[in-house]
Each structure stands twice: as structure tokens, then as C-alpha cells.
């Protein structure tokens, strides 16, 4: 009875000791990252109301002064003009206005980091000569899905008068992939779309309640380093399939809509960070929508990641510079288009 118990006592010691290794390993891990992040002060740099159907939003008719400083450095400063309809301000298009173009994305559309004027959207709108009306849909964190939403839920109609002759979505392949999924804590309150049975995307809430169920469902196992975690939602694992056809189905319904009530605008999507081979079919699939694909790699004379078109070696976002060539490309990219609604430069 004895040696049982002392071998049931043994079992349960060496238990004990693997889990406070593996807290231990976990709590090293959660450490070194704090330390990463306790150089990095951010002023007014996300600054955003709640929304049902995209997560987060700009405030409307504001502006600020966003910093970043790292190492009590500063790495940017940038003005931040939001209009009436909550969208980063663009220059106007004097009468007569040739049309629309509409950039959709997350922060690379958006413009993190630099100025008002100095945006993807305004540098391409001076390039064109004003002659279009630019509208800046991106934010910071966005993805596909906040596209979607934005025209599904009727919120682009509301505030686009014109007619639309280009659409340009920017997107991290396969970054934005993991985040139409829910995926990164910073996500969470993110839209949350499912495949129906005819694999079209349908809105189904947020992706906060399943984790919102997981934070609190105990608040012992919430304080272990391990379990915060394996409850997070960092990306863990490579795309499922089911994960890749949404992110692509949200574009490609995204491009559907915007052809039903615009008179089928040329769609482009500027491809970032996606290698060659990796999920081609996929891509492949938006071509065949009509769809055209430009890879961020054939826009740059060189590596686009090179830091000549970055902000900061601390802020991998593009800096004025890289914005510059990409509304360069496009300027040249639409001029191209022979279609008769294209005003060729």
C-alpha cells in the first residue's frame, strides 16, 4: 500500500514539475516579448470608435497629431484629418470630376505614419491631376472582410456619388487571411464572415464571443502564462483551405457588388508579401473573375521591403517615398486600361 502511494506521490511531483517548466518556458516567452514592446510609446495612433459590422472605425470630422517613439526616439509624426463620412481625408475632384477611384485596405492604404498628404490615395489623386475622386477606405487592421462589409452593408452607396471607374484593394498574403479569420487578439471584435453552402460569405456577428467565453472561464487558468496563450488567437497553424476560399470569396463577392452598382469598375488588388507557388490557384481564381492582381514586387525597382520605401527600420509600414511609386504605377496602370469610361494620361 505503501509503495503505491509513493509511487503515486512520484508521479504526481513529476507532473508538477513538467507543468512549471512548461509555465516557465511560457512566462520567458511573454517576458522577452514585453521587453520588445516597453521601448515603443504610441500617441494618438489608434484612435477609433467601435462598429457592429467592421470592428472599429475613425471618428468622424476629426484630426490629431499621431507619434510613435521607440527608445524614446521619434520615429514618425503624422496630421490625421478624418472627414464627415469617417474616412481619411482626400484631396477634392473639381467639376467636371472624370469619376471615382476607391482604395480599400488596411494600414498601407490607411497610411500609417505618414500625412495627410502623403497617403497612398492623395499622392495618386495629384498625380492624376484631381481628375478623379478619390476615396480612402482603409484603416488600420483592416482586411477583406472589412471591405466587404463596408459594401455589403451599404456603407460605400452612402457615400459615393460618382461613378466608380477603379477599385484598388491593398493586401497581406497571408496575413489578411488569418485576420478575415479571426485570428490576433487585437482582432477579435472583428466581423465575422462563414461560407454558406453555396460558398458566398454570410455575416454572422463578431469573433468576440467565442473569446470572450474562453477569457472567462476561469480566472485561475486566465493568469497561467500557458494557457493565455493556447486561448489566444495568434496564428498557430498554416491556412486551412476553408480559411483561404473566404479571404477569396470576400474579394471576389466584394468586386460582384461593387460591379452591380457602380458599372463594373476595373478591380486591382496590390499583392504584398505572397510567394510565388504559394496558394497560385487561389489568385488564379480572381483572375478569372476579372480581377487584375499586381505584385508589390513589379512595382518597386527593387525589393519592396527594402527600407529605402520604409518609415523606419522599428515601423515596417511604406514611407511617402514607397507610396510614391505605388501611385506612380498606378497612374501608369489605369492610364493603360483601354476601355472607353478610362481617361488616359
Known sequence: MHRKIRIIFLNLVVIF?????????????????????????????????????????????????SRKYVGGNLIYEA?????????????????????????????????????????????????????????????????????????????????????????????????????SSGYFDWNINCPKYILDKNREPVFTGNYNKPRSYYRNLSGILAKSAAMRYFSSRQPKNPLTQDEKELFAALITNSKNYLDDKFDNPVFHIIL??????????????????????????????????????????YDRHPSAIGYRFIAEYLRKEIGAVVEDKIVKY
Not at 480612402?136 to 461613378?163: D, L, R
Open 17 to 65: 514539475a513538467i507543468a512549471a517548466i512548461f509555465e516557465t518556458v511560457f512566462v520567458i516567452r511573454e517576458m522577452r516579448h514585453r521587453e520588445a514592446q516597453s521601448s515603443m510609446v504610441l500617441e494618438n495612433v489608434y484612435v477609433a470608435d467601435s462598429d457592429d459590422y467592421l470592428g472599429w472605425k475613425l471618428q468622424k470630422n476629426t484630426s490629431r497629431v
Open 272 to 313: 504584398w508579401d505572397w510567394s510565388d507557388g504559394s496558394d497560385e490557384e487561389l489568385f488564379e481564381q480572381m483572375k478569372s473573375e476579372g480581377i487584375r492582381i499586381h505584385d508589390a514586387r513589379d512595382i518597386f525597382p527593387d525589393n519592396p521591403a527594402s527600407l529605402e520605401y520604409r518609415i523606419h527600420k
Open 79 to 179: 496630421m490625421i484629418s478624418v472627414d464627415s463620412n469617417g474616412l481619411r481625408i482626400s484631396p477634392p475632384c473639381p467639376d467636371p470630376c472624370t469619376g471615382a477611384v476607391l482604395f480599400f485596405g488596411n494600414s498601407c492604404t490607411y497610411g500609417e505614419g505618414v500625412h495627410d498628404s502623403l497617403t497612398l490615395p492623395w499622392q495618386f489623386s495629384i498625380l492624376t491631376d484631381q481628375k478623379f475622386q478619390v476615396y480612402n477606405f482603409g484603416m488600420y487592421g483592416y482586411g477583406p472582410h472589412q471591405m466587404f462589409s463596408q459594401i455589403k452593408q451599404g456603407i460605400v452607396e452612402s457615400i459615393v456619388t460618382e461613378n466608380v471607374k477603379h477599385v484598388v484593394f491593398q493586401t497581406l498574403y497571408p496575413e489578411q487571411a488569418y485576420r
